[in-house]
């Protein structure tokens, strides 16, 4: 079992979704983003991004590896971010393109 923390653009929730059953189904415990519950980013009050963003990263210091939902090779600037920082932590990154 590998604890592995989702990553990814949430245009691809519904590719999340599925990958996460699916590594759930392989006996992984698998982490996603919140789900936010306000339509864009920007709702959010500087301080709340700011916790959003510091509990994914508690996220991936958890886990054994970051899975990056990369629908059609689309890796947006903050999923970037979050490969970099999990590489500086020598976490395993997994494509969802790999995958499927």
């Known amino acids: 079992m590998k604890v592995i923390t989702v990553c990814g653009s949430y245009k691809f929730k519904k ?5 996460t059953e699916k590594m759930t189904l392989q006996r992984n ?3 996603m983003p919140n789900e936010l519950t306000r ?11 700011r916790i959003i963003g510091g509990m ?3 996220k991936i210091k958890l886990s054994d590896a970051i899975l990056v939902v990369n629908v059609n ?3 947006g600037e903050s999923t970037k971010r979050e490969i970099e ?6 976490k395993e990154i997994l494509y969802y393109t790999d995958l499927v």
């Open 15 to 19: 590719e999340m979704v599925e990958i």
């Open 29 to 31: 415990c698998v982490l």
């Open 39 to 49: 339509h864009n980013k920007e709702e959010y009050t500087e301080e709340e991004a």
């Open 56 to 58: 994914h990263k508690e």
């Open 73 to 75: 090779d689309y890796i």
């Open 85 to 90: 920082y999990a590489k500086s932590l020598n």
